[in-house]
């Protein structure tokens, strides 16, 4: 249900089309929520069939239309209403830490493998994180820029104080893994040794 209010989050901006929809979840509410295309445009129509969006055909390309959805007030007092519900919270299903659990079953190589890829991982999204927190800040995030228009003045700053926060969080949470990661390959290390060690005694 959260892809639902993904999208409306992105439709209090302005009208878009399924397109541009997607564009924009890559770069910003894909963040914190991801959803392929396939999933996005099934969504859209249950939203339109629900009241929450009207679309509408638009000119595209020299002959082409396409879609444009628009928030209508049902939508807005729907999203409304969840950002003032409390959370539900879902039940945990990580992989990475859940085959960490049990690397006693691989091979030390497979087990250094598992934590290296789980710091480039973190690492690529860190990267990212920054830029888009760096473009927050210092005010050249086209789609902030482009919500702040539409916008009431007295609610600039807390658009853009929370949307910063939610990016350090973010950066936090990667660095988080990274540590954790470069601690597992120290444990890898120092297992392997005691065993070599074991072996060889």
Same mark, same amino acid.
């Given at each position: 249900?959260?892809?639902?209010?993904?999208l409306?989050?992105l439709?209090t901006?302005?009208?878009?089309?399924?397109?541009?929809?997607?564009?924009?979840?890559?770069s910003?509410?894909?963040?914190?929520?991801? /959803?392929?295309?396939?999933?996005? *445009?099934p969504?859209?129509?249950r939203? @339109? !069939? %629900?009241g929450?969006?009207?679309?509408?055909?638009?000119?595209?390309?020299?002959r082409?239309?396409?879609?444009?959805?628009?928030i209508?007030?049902?939508?807005?007092?729907?999203?409304?209403?969840?950002?003032?519900?409390?959370?539900?919270?879902?039940?945990?299903?990580?992989? /990475?830490?859940?085959?960490a659990? *049990?690397?006693e079953?691989?091979?030390? @190589? !497979? %087990?250094?493998?598992h934590?290296?890829a789980h710091?480039t991982?973190h690492?690529?999204?860190?990267?990212?994180?920054?830029a888009?927190?760096?473009a927050?800040r210092?005010?050249t995030?086209?789609?902030?820029?482009?919500?702040l228009?539409?916008?009431?003045?007295?609610?600039h700053?807390?658009?853009?104080?929370?949307?910063?926060f939610?990016?350090?969080g973010?950066i %936090?949470?990667a660095?988080?893994?990274?540590?954790?990661?470069r601690r597992?390959?120290?444990?890898?290390?120092?297992?392997s040794?005691?065993?070599q060690?074991?072996?060889?005694?």
């Amino acid at each position: 249900m959260s892809l639902r209010y993904a999208l409306l989050a992105l439709l209090t901006v302005e009208p878009m089309t399924g397109y541009d929809l997607h564009k924009q979840f890559e770069s910003s509410v894909g963040h914190v929520w991801h /959803a392929p295309d396939s999933q996005i *445009y099934p969504e859209l129509k249950r939203m @339109e !069939a %629900a009241g929450l969006v009207e679309g509408e055909e638009v000119p595209w390309g020299p002959r082409g239309k396409k879609r444009q959805y628009h928030i209508t007030d049902t939508g807005l007092a729907d999203f409304q209403a969840w950002m003032t519900a409390p959370m539900d919270y879902a039940r945990t299903r990580d992989p /990475a830490h859940l085959k960490a659990a *049990y690397l006693e079953w691989a091979t030390p @190589e !497979a %087990a250094r493998e598992h934590f290296r890829a789980h710091i480039t991982y973190h690492e690529t999204l860190r990267l990212q994180w920054v830029a888009t927190a760096d473009a927050i800040r210092t005010g050249t995030s086209t789609m902030l820029h482009r919500r702040l228009q539409n916008t009431e003045p007295e609610k600039h700053e807390a658009t853009i104080a929370f949307k910063e926060f939610t990016y350090e969080g973010l950066i %936090a949470k990667a660095e988080t893994e990274i540590a954790w990661a470069r601690r597992g390959l120290e444990l890898v290390d120092r297992l392997s040794a005691s065993s070599q060690s074991t072996t060889g005694g």
